[in-house]
């Protein structure tokens, strides 16, 4: 699998996957849709996310920089930037507009795999941004729909996604079968301390300092091939860090598949975020 590529790939063979492949990846749709919603307001979308688990890995910053486009730049200290793998629950998943009666909508589970810009283009906001490498569901509805009705959250059905935990263990697994879905395996206690490794310290100081910065974004970024441009998505994730609790994930308990395309690293930093109010509040291309 690229991770230079979004192609949308089904994860199992058959006429539900050949109709969903050609949805998924219609330039003609895709076209037909922002020229319509290019022009109206953005409907605000909002969800009750649980249970947001973070896997963050340093990574050498010339492998990095190969996954996204030219001229985009990646935040870097000493040769290293920071790869997130962050997995959670929605709660009712849909437009803000529609009040209590969100309810009414189902709550997927999703995990975006992610970079962090130091700088996105010369028309972009100076703010927090990140870049989407991938995105995966467990959803075929909600894959298509962020497919046909956005360009900055083009998504993976994976084969299998399981994100649970009994309170004091975190479990994800995330597998492609034959689709073009990342794959993941982790599994994460929860922590007596609220401590960093060398190379983490090294780069963000303060455990306090590594969670603010890993989860402090306000808008995300990703790249829209039929166009070559990058489209961005302003986002707002209000996280109390005093909420947030420290995980322990060894490397032997982690799996990634995106890691087995890059040079070797160290076993990652975890915390989880127990809720949080996510909205997702626009979108305009750069």
């Known amino acids: 699998m690229s991770y230079h590529s979004n192609t ?32 109206i307001p953005f409907l605000t979308l909002e969800s009750d996310v649980t249970n947001v688990v973070y896997l963050t890995w ?14 985009t730049r990646l935040w870097q200290r000493a040769g290293k930037t ?33 970079l962090y810009l130091e700088e996105t283009s010369n028309d972009a906001s100076p703010i927090s941004t990140v870049f989407f490498l991938k995105n995966v569901m467990n959803s ?53 301390t609220k401590s960093l490794a060398s190379q983490f310290t090294a780069v963000f100081g303060t455990w306090q300092n590594a969670v603010e910065y890993l989860s402090g974004q306000e808008a995300a970024v990703a790249h829209v091939k039929r166009l070559n441009r990058l489209v961005v998505a302003e986002i707002q994730l209000p ?31 975890c915390f989880v975020v127990p809720n949080v109010k996510f909205r997702v509040l626009s979108e305009r291309m750069l």
């Open 82 to 114: 920071p790869f997130t793998v962050l997995t959670y629950r929605h709660g009712h998943f849909g437009p803000a507009v529609l009040g209590p009666f969100r309810r009414l909508f189902p709550s997927p589970m999703q995990s975006n795999w992610r």
């Open 58 to 71: 340093l990574i050498d910053i010339e492998a990095a920089q190969a996954l996204v486009p030219a001229g």
């Open 239 to 269: 996280i109390d860090l005093s909420q947030v609790l420290p995980l322990d994930a060894s490397a032997n308990a982690t799996k990634c598949s995106l890691l087995e395309h890059l040079p070797p690293a160290n076993g990652p930093f």
């Open 140 to 192: 075929l509805v909600y894959t298509l729909g962020t497919r046909i009705f956005s360009d900055v959250l083009p998504t993976h059905l994976a084969a299998q996604f399981s994100h649970r935990t009994d309170g004091s263990t975190f479990e994800s697994k995330i597998l492609s079968g034959e689709g073009s879905s990342p794959s993941l395996i982790c599994s994460a206690r929860l922590a007596s």
């Open 8 to 39: 949308y790939k089904h994860p199992w063979s058959g006429i539900v996957g050949r109709v969903a492949e050609w949805l998924a990846n219609s330039d003609k749709l895709a076209n037909a849709r922002y020229a319509v919603m290019s022009r």
